[in-house]
Each structure stands twice: as C-alpha cells, then as structure tokens.
C-alpha cells in the first residue's frame, strides 16, 4: 500500500536534494560508512620508523593466513583480522598496542578508542599510509580533497 505523503527532503543546508531515507542509505548504517577520528590520544604509541614495513601481502605471524591481516603500528608484527583467526586483536589485549594499520583498505583502527582513524589528516600516519599505499599499487596515493600543494615562490 503506498503512501500517499512525499517523503521528507533534506533541506537545502545540505545541498543533497535526497529523501531521509537516501540520505540514511547513503551516509548511515546501511551504507557502511563510517567517520574517522581526526585525533587520537594513544598517537604516542606509534613505531619511531614507519618508513620502513612489512609489504601487504606478508602473511600473520602466528597463523600464515595470506590476507585480511593488519599492521600493528606500534611493534610492526603482523596478524590478522578479528574476521580470521583474531590475533590483531588479542595482540593488542596482550600489548596494549592501540593502533593498527588494515593491509586490506589500509585504513588505520585504534583498538583503545575503537574507532577508525584518517590516515591521510592526522600528521602521524601520513607516513606509513603513504608507504602502505606505495607498497600495495606502486604509486603514491591521491591527495585527500581539499589538499592544496604549497606554492612556491620564485
């Protein structure tokens, strides 16, 4: 049975021009996506040379599962997904090692806030998202929207 009221517009402030239930589909739960912490208090926590790390194809540590595998940030070891076997996860419950970077999306989680956080804004882990990336397409990684090189001046 239809409904025979339209349904509600997000308003103009937003610019979208979708219906709630767009908007929900598109930025909500159902869609997946999900907002990055631009801060992080265990950024302390991090590997002083993260230039220098595993390929993203090496296997976990403790299993040799060959994917869905992390990067922890803080001792470089490798293991995998909460998905697989969960030996990131129970390597930060016996470390305390917050912070691991995703070999799959690269994408870095921070296990103490249980939140993602931006890689390519917070200055810290620019770097090794940068190296990751460059391991995993052979190329650096696009500049994030909104990211204006410095002019130089002559």
Request: proline share 9%; net charge negative.
């Amino acid at each position: 049975m239809a409904s025979s009221s339209s349904p509600a517009v997000m308003s103009d402030e937003e610019g979208l021009g979708l219906s709630e239930e767009d908007y929900d589909q598109m930025f909500g739960s159902e869609s997946g996506w999900v907002d990055a912490r631009t801060s992080c208090d265990h950024l302390a926590s991090l590997s002083v040379d993260l230039t220098h790390i595993p390929p993203p194809h090496t296997p976990c540590h403790r299993c040799q599962h060959p994917s869905e595998n992390w990067l922890c940030l803080s001792c470089k070891q490798v293991l995998c997904s909460r998905f697989v076997n969960k030996h990131m996860l129970h390597h930060f419950r016996d470390t305390n090692h917050s912070l691991a970077l995703s070999f799959s999306d690269l994408s870095v989680w921070c296990f103490s806030c249980d939140a993602y956080l931006d890689a390519q804004l917070i200055p810290q882990l620019r770097p090794v998202h940068q190296v990751a990336y460059i391991l995993k397409f052979g190329q650096p990684p696009p500049l994030p929207p909104n990211h204006h090189q410095p002019s130089s001046t002559t």
